[in-house]
């Protein structure tokens, strides 16, 4: 089946197959620690912001494949995505030892997608994760507005990254 008969498909079951993305520009101040929240800045940070997750407030949803690209070449770490749907009260300073999901925010937590380590093959460093890989898709979630927030966390330390370098996430979804 083509994509364009799945998402004909789709549609017709009241379905709806989209890519949501979000990125930052990163503070990279310094080296990463193993475990370290991933933002763009270590005194303001935000989290990842993906908007439309559903068609409309409380909406459902499912996470079919995710994608994560670093503008800097040779970066190889494995990525953690909590996502959220609510703003997480939690650290969200980049830097930072993560402490992701807190108790507090649990009950918004929609699960975590764990990217394998980064590929670099001179451009930038990606990586992707299906259902036929490991990294937890489809990942199901309920949005409380029509948004997810997302806390990215370094799994292994990183050195080499630079200043201005971007995080970017991409994610196919498909919404109910």
């Keep these: 089946m083509s994509a364009r008969e799945?998402?004909?498909?789709l549609v017709g079951q009241k379905s709806i197959i989209k890519i949501v993305t979000a990125y930052k520009i990163l503070?990279?101040?310094g080296?990463?620690?193993?475990?370290?929240v991933i933002s763009?800045?270590?005194s303001i940070g935000t989290p990842f912001v993906f908007e439309n997750m559903a068609r409309k407030e409380g909406g459902t949803g499912e996470i079919?494949?995710?994608q994560v690209f670093c503008s800097k070449t040779g970066l190889i770490p494995r990525i953690t995505l909590y996502l959220f749907s609510k703003i997480p009260t939690t650290n969200l300073l980049d830097n930072v030892a993560n402490a992701a999901p807190s108790v507090a925010d649990y009950p918004t937590c929609e699960g975590q997608l764990d990217f394998p380590g980064l590929e670099d093959l001179g451009g930038g460093s990606m990586t992707v994760i299906t259902p036929s890989t490991i990294g937890n898709v489809?990942?199901?979630y309920k949005c409380i507005g029509t948004s997810l927030y997302g806390i990215a966390v370094t799994r292994d330390a990183i050195t080499g990254e630079a200043v201005g370098m971007s995080l970017n996430f991409k994610l196919q979804i498909r919404q109910d």
Excluded at 6 to 9: A, K, S
Excluded at 31 to 36: F, I
């Design 6 to 9: 799945l998402l004909q498909t």
């Design 27 to 29: 503070a990279a101040a």
């Design 31 to 36: 080296d990463y620690g193993a475990e370290d």
């Design 40 to 42: 763009e800045s270590a």
């Design 64 to 66: 079919i494949k995710a």
């Design 138 to 140: 489809p990942l199901p």
